[in-house]
Every structure is written in structure tokens, then in C-alpha cells.
């Protein structure tokens, strides 16, 4: 069960991150609105394909290993005949930093494993995609090809710091992950930047170019970073970030990578790669059944619809994760993947489990459940405004930032239907990065089975809302949402049942707001819409403000009585924060 100390440290690892996610997005989104300047919409849209290749590649890759190795649990003492062999370290903690540098060899090693999936993942959707590109397309949009293979480039450049990330993932250095990704963003937007402006000061056509230039940027610069800061934990620690035996025995796969690692990250590729089309899958079915241009109209209102997930819900769903694995791996026993001990052997580990996972404490299960309790009742708490005054004001917003030529292109109405998805996807990257971190193999196939079962209806779902009823963007954002409500509810279902089945209760209505901010959202929400007239988008700068200010002008009230309705919930929330730790609340 983990410490309080690194409770805290989760707690504050979160809180870097998330003020890493808003330095970067704030850098990322000036830039993307001097881009907006100098590219249309069917460029935009070819670009959003290249970054869902990038992404692909990488998820393939490393996903199921990543969650495998936060499920790996404590570090634990070194049986393997490698460790022996290394040179003794003096000090009472002799056997204890042996087995942490061996543990943390495991973890570099299986980093290559990610290398090697990359590489193949690289050349076989690359060649899957310019297979599917129309002859249109290649014709209309310049170094489209060469835009590819750089992209290839830049997610092997990305994938080769994977063994020192997870060596930073694992010993909650939230530092070395921020400087990276504050290098590696800084460099990203600034090389597409210089490109970008160079093209359009010389009458260059780069097409998707610069966003090519970009990604290698942003992959160097993790990998030079995060060589850097994993090069001197290994001097210190006494591990290496190249490829080392481990040992010999049944329980390590060619005496470099331990077995129920691999074991449990092979069973969840499956579910990672229906993940991954449910997560991509926007942009995949927009690809099949639209134009370029539309699929720029959604990847825009996507990009700003999303950065909240992207700037705050990601970093929690990450420490979420790696704090209920460490939490909720057993009462004195090790997780599902942890290296063995002693005497320990693979049927031990494999039995340590039961078919519903390892047996924490009740003390660990109650503070589970009242911290995703908080967690999950302070996103429906700040979901309540969103959706009373978010579409409204959306398309408004819009207008100001990316300029009238956007909201004409219908980006607006889009964007307002996105705010109704956003609520939805917080709360399913919480839920299920619970799941993630303590459902056992059986139960992991369980979900990849039902999450197939969602793949299918939200192609059907899309195909129906684009094809049929030509909703376009907007009836893309309502089949994701069709999706995401069917992953949300067998989530739920699946923590009810997780925490029942070992005493322990978790109530869904302690995450429902309260009656009157229900009824407060429900009069505010029409109130707007009565008073703003949102036809004002694209009418210029000074019509938008004013109705803007409208907006504002319903918005103080309503956050007052809101306050009002929740205020022990919020002060439950404060006294967590000041304390110093998470603390659940109880329903009202």
C-alpha cells in the first residue's frame, strides 16, 4: 500500500504536470494561430491524418508496455545470477539498491521492446496509409510523401528515449518529464514556425512540410533530454540505459526481459489497439466518408474543444494511474508483474492474483474510493457550467480566435456540439484509467470484447450521422459521444463491481451535482440562449465582445448560486488541498 509520502508525491507529480500541459498548450496554441494564418482546411485536415500516423505508431508501440510496467508494483529484492555478479555496494541497503537497479534494468530493457515495435509499426502503416491516399489528394497537397517518412523519422526519434521515459515514470521524476517536454514543445513549434514563415515570405508551397520539420523537432528534443537526465540516475543508481541480462531461468524471456511483464502487455495490445481506433477513430471515419476540407473543419474545432482534456484531464488520468497501481496492488503482496523475490517463481506470481485481482487492505480500498469519488464529482461539478453556458458561447470564441473564415466554414457549430463531449471524455479517461490499473488479465479481455462491441457501434453510429443525415462535423462529435457513454457506463459497472466484490462501497449518485445546480444550469442555459445571439460570430471583433459580455453578465449569477448549491462539496475540496493530501467526500 503506498505512504502517504507518495500519495503526496502522485498529488504533486499531477500538479507539475498539469502546469507543464498548460505551458505547453499555451506555446502550442499561439502557434497554431499564426499557422491558422498561412494554411487552409483541406491542409489542415492532411495534416491531421500524418499526426494520427505519428500517433499510431507510437501508441502500438508502447502503450500496453507502459501500463504493464506501472502494474510491475514495488521494487523488490534481486533473485537473478546477473545482479549477483555486479560489484557490491557498502551500506546497511546493500540488497535493496541491487534490487532497485535490477528492477529499474527491467524497466530500460522492455523500453527497447517499444524500439522494436516502432520500427515495425512505422513501415506498415506508413505503407498502409499512402496506399490509401486519393490521387487527388498527392497532387493538391506538395512533399506529401516526403512529409510521411519524415514523420516515420520523428516517431522512432521519439520511441528511442522510451527507456530512459520509463525509468522517469517509474521513479516519479516529474521534473525530468517536464523540462522534456517544455524542450521538446519549445522546439517543435519553433521549427514549424521558421518554416512556415519562411514559405510564405519566399512564395514557397511546403504543404504539410513544416508539420513534418516540427514532429522531428519535438522528438529530438525528449530524446536529448531525457538521455540527459536518465544518464545520470543510471551513474547514480548503478543501472544502464543500454540493454543488460537480467539473468537466466523461465521467468526471463532471452535473459533480458522478465516474463509476466511481457505476459500481462501482450494481453493488453489487443484492448490497446481497439483503444486506439476508438480514440483515433474521428479522424479515421471523417477520412472515409469526407472531404479533406471537412476533416480540417473537425480537426479544428477538435483541437480547441479538446485542450482542456489535453491540458488538465491527461496529466490526472496519467497519475491517476500510476497512483491507484501502487495503491491498490495488494496488502504485502506483489503485483501482477513484479519481478520475484527469493524463492519466488511465475506460479507463485501468477497465483498471487485471484480471478478478480490482488486483495488491498480496507484502508487502501477506502481511500480509493473516496478519492475517485472526488476526483469523478469535481468533474461533473465543473462540467455544470460548461454545459449551460459553453455552446453558446463557443462559436463566439471561435470567431475572435481563428478569424471569421473558419467560423464560416462551420467550425462554430461543431465546436458548440464538441462542448457537450467534453464532460464525457473526462469522465471516461478517469474511470478507465482505474480499470487500467487494477483489472487482471481475464478482465482486461473482458473489456477489449466489449470495447469492440463500441468500435462497432460508433462506425455505425458515424455512418448514419455523416452519410445519411449529413451532419458533417457535428454528427461526428455526437457518435463519439454515442461511444464514449457506452464505455463510460461499462467502466462504471466494472469499478461498482471491483470495489463490492471486497467490501467496499462506491456510489455513483455521490458523483451526481446537486438539485439546485441542476436547476440553476437549466435556467441559466436558456437564459443565454435567449439574450446572446450567436448569428454575431464572423460579424466583427466589436459585435462579438458585446455579445460576449452577455455571456459573462449570466454567468456571474449563475456561478454564485452554483457555489452556493455546492459550497460543502468545494469547501471538502479546499480543506483536501490545503491539507495536503486527497480526500475523498461522502455523498450529500
Known sequence: MAGDDGEAKVVRGASLLILLQVFSRAVTFVANQLLLRFMTAALLGVSTQL??????????ARESLRVAIQRQGSL??????????????????????????????????LGYVAIALGLAAAVLLGWMYLGSVPAETLLTTPYL????????????????????????????????????????????????????????????????????????????GLLVTYSWYGTGLARKDGFSLLPRQL?????????????????????????????????????????????PAAQGVYALANNY??????????????????????????????????????????????????????????AALGQASENLTTLLRFYTFVSVPLLALGPTAAPLVLSLIAGPRWTASGAGEALAAYIYYIPLLAINGLTEAFVASVATGAQVHQQSVWMMAFTVLFGASGYVFLSVLDLGAVGLVWANGINMAGRIIWAVW?????????????????????SLAVLAAAVASQ?????????????????VVGELVKVAGT?????????????????????????GRPRGSKSQ
Open 51 to 60: 499526426e494520427v500516423y505519428y500517433l499510431s505508431v507510437l501508441f502500438f
Open 76 to 109: 523488490s529484492s534481486d533473485s537473478s545470477e546477473a545482479a549477483k555478479d555486479r560489484k557490491p555496494k557498502t551500506g546497511a541497503d546493500d540488497g535493496k539498491q541491487k534490487s532497485r537497479a535490477q528492477e529499474t534494468q527491467a524497466v530500460v530493457n
Open 145 to 220: 510523401v516526403p512529409s510521411v517518412y519524415i514523420f516515420a523519422v520523428a516517431s522512432i526519434l521519439e520511441l528511442m528515449s522510451e527507456p530512459a521515459f520509463v525509468v522517469m515514470q517509474v521513479r516519479l521524476q516529474f521534473g525530468a518529464r517536464a523540462s522534456a517536454e517544455g524542450v521538446a514543445t519549445f522546439g517543435k513549434c519553433a521549427a514549424t514556425l521558421a518554416a512556415a514563415v519562411w514559405a510564405a515570405r519566399n512564395g514557397v508551397e511546403l504543404g504539410v512540410l513544416p508539420f513534418a520539420l516540427g514532429q522531428v523537432a519535438y522528438g529530438t
Open 247 to 291: 539473468g537466466q531461468g523461465k521467468e526471463y524471456v532471452l535473459s533480458y526481459f522478465y516474463q509476466p511483464t511481457l505476459k500481462l502487455a501482450s494481453s493488453m495490445m489487443i484492448q490497446s489497439f481497439v483503444k486506439h481506433v476508438l480514440t483515433q477513430g474521428d479522424t479515421l471515419l471523417v477520412s472515409a466518408l469526407s472531404t
Open 305 to 362: 474543444g479538446g485542450l482542456a482534456a489535453r491540458l488538465v484531464f491527461q496529466p490526472v488520468e496519467e497519475s491517476s494511474r500510476n497512483y491507484y497501481s501502487r495503491l491498490l496492488s495488494g496488502d504485502g503482496e506483489p503485483a501482477p508483474s513484479s519481478p520475484p523475490t527469493g524463492k519466488q517463481t511465475v506460479e507463485n506470481d501468477d497465483n498471487a492474483s485471484s480471478r478478480d485481482g490482488p486483495r488491498p487492505s480496507k
Open 494 to 514: 466494472f469499478i461498482r463491481r471491483y470495489f463490492a466484490q471486497r467490501g467496499a462501497r462506491w456510489e455513483v449518485t455521490a458523483l451526481l451535482p446537486s
Open 527 to 543: 437564459a443565454v440562449r435567449r439574450v446572446v445571439n450567436s448569428e454575431a460570430a464572423g460579424t466583427g471583433v466589436k459585435s
Open 555 to 579: 454567468a456571474v449569477p449563475f456561478v454564485g448560486v452554483l457555489a452556493f448549491a455546492e459550497r460543502r462539496f468545494l469547501i471538502q475540496c479546499y480543506q483536501a488541498v490545503s491539507g
